[in-house]
């Protein structure tokens, strides 16, 4: 089965906002078996939104709008599909109830514009949204009328459908989950489409460019059969590399290639991951995460380039309490001194981006907070605050034990803008984390 | 000038990356006079890629490609780039001495798939890509073929371009500003044609429902030239008000509609910014972080729930150390009580998501960093940890100054996401900071 998504907002071709929602989606509709097509955004426009629902639906079986369902008067989209499927707007009593129980403590937020929220198309199935006021609408197109070459073709041909999303995240996160993909199955059983699984691994590597790892696993790529698709994906001086398949693989087939490949680059995997841990930033998060409670060892951070990142990443996961203690982020060097108990001398000497700064942040703040682990980073994110001797992009980050520190000086590049800088150290600090978990040990190398 | 992107990547159809690429072009874009007409999404497939730049360019004057063009095999687009535009691959000295400076500290980056870079489309313009392997391409399609209907027609009509870039978003960045944006310009100057200017202004709201603020505004709104356009943006409990212009518009007409709509909703409005403070949770962050500086006042964070993220949105703009000094993220009790100094008998009392734990912890921090204002945050972020006095999303956030400390609780609600829930808190803390400082005040209101 064959899905398009839709995205609908000025707001999305104007840079305004980032569309998270598609991200999201695919990997729901990629884990009921759904292959999705494409992505296309549009403007809140008639003529526009129209051709787009036109040409997803002549190429997809199942197409997904997100956006435009608000009650003011920039949001077209309900007007547009109606006008699609040539139906009319009426009153829905459930919508209506459901709204004024939602906004029961908000009586405010009952007016004439919320009434129209509950004047939905007449043709289309309502799935209610549970959380918000704008109704989820499913429409079906049917094929019927057209021409078929043959009894096979006619046979093959299904209905197809549209379903209207809101485009706030929550929103339409939660309509997904609660009711749209319950509904798709049912339709899917009712009208026997075959469920394909869609099956992803991700293997999490760094240290190595990935030409030359391409070259290094040149042979069982060659070997891998055409129904098992490879990515390299790099990012943030890691690659993912992913293998993929629509249906035509098994588990185990993939677990197999895993297995020939790892062999060949053991020393770079830092994870081999199912689809669930997926998203950018949290692989190592998560990882991180898994590795510290398995090990049963608590951790913290002392934090000045960083911010705060660095913690976020390790308690970004649900339990997180169990091994992450707490951090300071010590941006003024007055807290560097007064709270971490980093020497003043330590400070004039060699600065607060320094392998002795960051040594005795971290040995301070697993002083302070009783921990196994602690992390310190210190850097110039910029694009103020360069010198010629410790340029924009020089991070120094220190992992500390009862065994002893280690520190070491990263250089991420002036060119990259503070946020991508400091990523780059969450990213560095959490790599390292994860190789020293990975060995089973506690304590650091030089 | 009419411009489109086409994101290309299995990864973006099975949810593994967020495409965040589009939203910084659309903006850059927007600058430049150029507006953007749709975002395509496609996979790693010649077929669908060839239909996708055909149509693109059927509606485009100007269509950018991300993605595809690295060494391995899974990236296919500069092949099918040459297949489209019917030319060849050559071999490339100033691209290849590019690579080779490029690498010069990792000779293990070069190697034979190293050099599929340097060979490039033999039709193509050559940009430089400063910080990565794969050349920015950029093709002319020449309209001079074509049938026209009148004199008019035909002197109207330009070539048509192409720009190929790489996925990577800090390379793709690098190359948008240092060469393709100017190569644009310059191609605009010699094809004569006329910069419109785009702007966008947002006007950013809270505390009213979206339909209540429609209808505060009706009469404005219906009294606006059509030449200007309103949008309704709400979001983790905000609405942002947009008002945009492509080109009919000046900025005096747009301020002056800012000037009447003011008087009707000045209470709730936060700020009043320009396209450059666009950006998502920016918004709040460039703003505090402005206001913070005006007024020459100093903050730090205790948080709990928030994990780091409110001291990341108080560190996030350069020049921050001016105004933040520093945070404790307490998510153990010891923390709070050994670090911040929250008493043990108001956690053993109250719990640690109480209006007493917080108001200490945010004393606790302000009196260990010195600092004019503080602020902090305690709560259930879940899925686990909710009860039945304090389900999952309750947030407790105090703000401390010298004048004294005011905390208020907060119901996020329990069917919201981990990341909401904390991404709430620390809109509400920041809102409420926004306010205190936009009133001209240090200390805080109950």
Redo the contacts between chains.
Sequence with gaps: MRAEIITIG???????????N???????L?EAGIT?????????DRE?ILT?IDEALSRADIVFTTGGL??????ITKNVLCEYFHTSLVENVQVREHIYALYKE?P??I????ATQWLVPESATILTN??GSAPIMVFEKYLGVQEFRSAEEFKSQKSKYLIALPG???EM??AMTEQVLPYIGLKMQVDRIEKGD?I?R?ILLSGV????L??LIEDW?AALPASI???????DGMI?L?L?SYGESSKEDIQAQIDTLLPLIGDKVLSVSD?SD???MSDLSVLAGQLLKQRGVTIA?A?SCT??????AL??Q????AY?????????N??KT??LGVSQETLNTFGAVSEYTVREMAEGVRA???TDFAIATSGI????GGTEDKPVGTVWIAWATADGTVAECFHF?A??????ITMRAVTAALVRLIRILNAGKYHVEA
Tied chains: 1, 2.
């Design positions: 000025d707001e999305l071709l104007i840079g305004q906002v980032v569309d998270t598609s991200a999201w989606m695919a990997e729901r990629n999705l097509h494409q992505i296309t955004s549009v403007h809140d526009h787009a608000g009650p003011t008067k920039d949001d908000r405010e937020a007016n004439r514009l919320t549970r959380v706030v995240p929550h996160k939660i869609i992803h991700t460019p990935e030409s030359k391409a070259i790529e698709h490879l990515a390299y994906l790099p990012k993912r992913r993929s689809p997926f998203s950018d951070t934090e911010g705060g990142r660095l913690a976020a308690n970004a649900s339990g997180a309490s992450y203690m707490g951090s300071v982020v010590a941006y003024d007055t807290v007064n709270v302070l907070m009783h994110a910029g694009p103020l590049g060119a990259r803008e503070r946020e991508q």
